[in-house]
T-cell receptor
């Protein structure tokens, strides 16, 4: 069975501080992992996927198969980063997502 | 990108009545759609997987008779909350995957249901 764990429900940082949102997963196959973001009053949207190895809005995430982690990082948090962040794992067929419990990021001025 | 649209965006209904929520994929066909429920400041909880032309697959603990799902076409899935009660008040979200790689789920804007 696949599972995604986000240990922190809430993460509060000051503007300009580094931020790391933790995500751990369990999956028997070759995982495909994502970070989704939900800003206030907006729909859930894809932030980044591990395959792309890209940086979106200053965020990066590295898949660590040894630690089964996919932590989301940003060196300098901005107030507009305040949102709900979900780590997600795709099944092999690529047509289903398992979400973690989500982490609410609050960036204070 | 692909678009998934839900209707209505919000609805208020009386206890005991039924409410239908529509989820449409506007520019792609989706043989499978997913229905989630989200409580305030909490994570998405997968309720069921809607399969075009066949029965939906419900997650454990989700009442099939309470939450009726119909996936009548490749672009439309509906969720009907039957005999709604105040505890059914929540935010309901659907999602679908456009075909082919890369894998990316697109989400509807959600429907806020308030049962009074």
């Amino acid at each position: 069975a696949q599972r995604v764990t986000q240990p922190e429900k809430l993460l509060s940082v000051f503007k300009g501080a580094p931020v790391e949102l933790k995500c751990n997963y369990s999956y028997s196959g070759s995982p495909e992992l994502f970070w989704y973001v939900q800003y206030s009053r907006q729909r859930l949207q894809l932030l980044l996927r591990h395959i792309s190895r890209e940086s979106i809005k200053g965020f990066t995430a590295d898949l660590n198969k040894g630690e089964t982690s996919f932590h989301l990082k940003k060196p300098f948090a901005q107030e507009e980063d305040s949102a709900m962040y979900y780590c997600a794992l795709s099944n092999n067929a690529g047509n289903m997502l398992t979400f973690g419990g989500g982490t609410r990021l609050m960036v204070k001025p | 990108g692909a678009v998934v649209s839900q209707h209505p965006s919000w609805v208020i209904c009386k206890s005991g009545t039924s409410v239908k929520i529509e989820c449409r994929s506007l520019d792609f066909q989706a043989t499978t759609m997913f229905w989630y429920r989200q409580f305030p400041k909490q994570s998405l909880m997968l309720m069921a997987t809607s399969n075009e032309g066949s029965k939906a697959t419900y997650e454990q603990g989700v009442e099939k008779d309470k939450f009726l799902i119909n996936h009548a076409s490749l672009t439309l899935s509906t969720l009907t909350v039957t005999s709604a009660h105040p505890e059914d008040s929540s935010f309901y979200i659907c999602s679908a995957f456009p075909p082919g790689p890369p894998t990316e789920a697109f989400f509807g804007q959600g429907t806020r249901l308030t049962v009074v």
